[in-house]
């Protein structure tokens, strides 16, 4: 028979319950979670977004920046290239969005999971050649694409890498590790060692997301235009089960407030607004959803019918 044991960790609840003012109960589940200390606390429980990371922290985001921003303001043509599940359509959609609305002659594509697996590769990369693309922006994927990202600077092309999976390693004779990073004009990811950005824990959106605070910083821009992009950050954050702690927790709170009030007519229709998705013929309907929630043509992959 399956036993049950109640994690038991030890702190005065009573007085955190009272100066937090919350339920002890509450004060022991936040502490079965290892959220310890004041500060930690303090966030956990009413964190806002004046408390994300100042998104230069993250390396690469710097020398990314300046790279997209020249490429903006040259009229260069951008591809973003995802990953097909809810998190990668959702931090393709946040890059599209954030550089079209600045003027950014961009596209993307959504690898097909039969046809093309996960994420970037040769045959990705030969066909934006094909379409005379001047610089590849991989979200939610591309940290162990080596390979397909040497490719592509073999082809001319810029290559700008964000992604928030673990950083592949090599280990020397010795036994000490050392990281295998692509070998791409930028590197954007918290979880590299030489990263000192506080949170490693982002999911890919999250990540898009700070790299496009970053950029509208740097073009001069109010960034607060970008938190109608908060509630697909919820979205994409739930559905990649990343910890909801920190600024994951801060970044699906604020999502999640922001959707009851949302301008965007596909998030509408899915649950809040005077339609419902009731209204429509899943097999037959569901695309024509999507093309109001992602106006930008991002369903042209069959896979972002995940986030409805």
């Known amino acids: ?24 109960v509450i004060a022991r589940l936040i502490r079965n979670r290892d959220v310890v200390g004041d500060e930690q606390i303090q966030q956990y429980l009413y964190g806002e977004l004046s408390d994300i990371s100042d ?53 993307f594509q959504i690898p097909d999971r039969m046809k093309d697996g996960y994420g970037i ?99 001069e821009e109010d960034e607060s235009q970008l938190e109608e992009l908060l509630s697909m950050l919820a979205i994409a954050t739930v559905c990649d089960v990343v910890d909801l702690t920190g600024e994951n927790r801060i970044f699906v709170k604020e999502g999640l407030r922001r959707i009851k009030d949302t301008q965007n007519i596909g998030i509408d229709i899915i649950g809040y607004g005077n339609y419902h998705l009731t209204h429509y013929d899943r097999e037959n309907d569901s695309t024509n959803v999507l093309e109001i929630m992602f106006p930008t043509g991002i369903t042209q992959s069959k896979y972002c019918r995940t986030v409805c």
């Open 1 to 24: 028979m399956e036993q049950w044991y109640l994690y038991k960790k030890k702190a005065d609840f009573n007085q955190i319950g009272e100066k937090f003012n919350i339920d002890p």
């Open 55 to 107: 998104p230069f922290l993250m390396k690469g985001v710097k020398e990314g920046v300046e790279i997209l921003k020249q490429k903006v303001q040259e009229g260069k043509t951008i591809r973003i290239i995802s990953d097909y599940d809810v998190d990668g359509v959702v931090s393709n959609y946040i890059l599209w969005k954030a550089i079209h609305d600045l003027g950014g002659k961009i596209d």
């Open 121 to 219: 590769n040769e045959n990705i990369i030969e066909k934006a050649v094909e379409d005379q693309i001047d610089t590849i922006l991989t979200c939610d994927n591309g940290i162990a694409a080596a390979d397909a990202v040497a490719y592509g600077k073999e082809h001319g092309l810029t290559m700008i890498i964000t992604d928030h999976h673990d950083v592949p390693f090599d280990t020397d004779e010795a036994g000490v590790r050392k990281e295998v990073l692509p070998p791409a004009d930028v590197v954007i990811n918290p979880k590299q060692e030489a990263c000192n950005y506080p949170y490693p824990l982002l999911c890919g959106a999250g990540a898009a997301f700070q790299f496009m605070r970053a950029f509208y910083q740097a073009m």
